[in-house]
């Protein structure tokens, strides 16, 4: 049986994904997860997230934002 998912709100998203994305409706998170290695992610209001880690966090974000341009 398939559940109806509420998506969360603008507000709510922005509490743990501070940056918002080019891409209308995704916000980012980056986080430093061990000395000079980051892990930037994405999210929309349907929970559906795109994440990858490595030492340039400007470059990886605009790498996933490049990514849901074609893909979403």
């Given amino acids: 049986m398939k559940q109806?998912?509420?998506g969360k709100s603008v507000a709510e998203l922005l509490r743990t994904h501070p940056?918002?994305?080019e891409v209308k409706g995704w916000?980012?998170?980056i986080e430093e997860v061990s000395n000079n290695v980051w892990e930037v992610e994405a999210?929309?209001?349907y929970g559906h997230t795109v994440?990858?880690?490595g030492p340039?966090?400007?470059a990886i974000q605009r790498e996933i934002e490049a990514s849901l341009k074609t893909d979403f």
């Fill in 43 to 45: 999210r929309d209001r």
């Fill in 4 to 6: 109806f998912v509420q």
């Fill in 19 to 21: 940056i918002e994305s």
């Fill in 56 to 58: 340039e966090p400007d």
């Fill in 51 to 53: 994440s990858k880690k």
């Fill in 27 to 29: 916000f980012f998170r």
